[in-house]
């Protein structure tokens, strides 16, 4: 369970935020606050993993922000969301290594596969005993050796991470799966998951199928391409 504060001055665009956050499997909302003191106060007495952070608050900045809360639980992450577009700005708050930069105003597929990204890194973080360089490399964006093979590029919209985690989910169901069941699977939207699987048809590697029920439309099912 991915646990989440919600740091942000406007209350409507909070509730929004949460809603979207509600759509993403195994995220809980354990606060949303209005200032800055109100955040240290929810981190001193509450489980928090995430704080979703915007930069500017009636009593302080993020920038100001984010190391006093770090003093209280080092290992927090962060995400930005904020209208703040100065280099000054975001080049500090890249540099206290937030996890990602959302401008508003916010879309809503950008916010859920943010989150959702997050949340792979987390469980692939957790999963894993003893790092070797290759996963540190995709884990951390850093390109291959020059004596490696190039990493596959993918388009835009399309994250590496995620991909895999769509891909190996797809490897291991025979019977096939909906783009509904890999969103749930993934921690994404159904729109979000239909992009991946379709990237991976696009690229031979998925073949899809219409299986009908009983009542009701036929439902668009995809399945591992063993002949790629």
Do not use: C, W
């Not at 995709?138 to 895999?164: M, N, W, Y």
């Amino acid at each position: 369970m991915i646990r989440v504060l919600i740091v942000e001055d406007d209350f409507r665009i909070a509730g929004i935020h949460e809603g979207f956050l509600g759509e993403i499997p195994e995220v809980e909302v354990v606060g949303k606050v209005l200032t800055g003191s109100d955040a240290v106060k929810a981190v001193e007495e509450k489980e928090v993993d995430l704080v979703l952070l915007d930069v500017f608050m009636p009593d302080t900045t993020g920038v100001e922000l984010i190391p006093k809360l770090r003093m209280i639980r080092p290992e927090l992450d962060f995400i930005i969301i904020s209208a703040a577009v100065e280099h000054d700005i975001v080049s500090r708050l890249l540099n206290q290594g937030v996890t990602d930069y959302i401008i508003k105003p916010v879309k809503k597929e950008r916010f859920i596969e943010a989150v959702a990204r997050y949340k792979l890194k987390t469980q692939q973080l957790g999963d894993v005993r003893d790092f070797d360089q290759n996963l540190l490399d995709r884990l951390l964006g850093v390109s291959a050796e020059a004596d490696q093979p190039a990493p596959v590029q993918t388009p835009k919209g399309i994250d590496p991470l995620t991909l895999d985690k769509v891909r190996d989910t797809l490897q291991q169901l025979e019977a096939g799966i909906t783009a509904e069941e890999m969103g749930e699977q993934i921690g994404a939207s159904r729109t979000t998951a239909r992009r991946y699987l379709e990237y991976l048809i696009s690229e031979s590697e998925a073949i899809a199928d219409l299986e009908y029920g009983a009542v009701g439309r036929p439902e668009r099912k995809y399945f591992i391409n063993k002949n790629s």
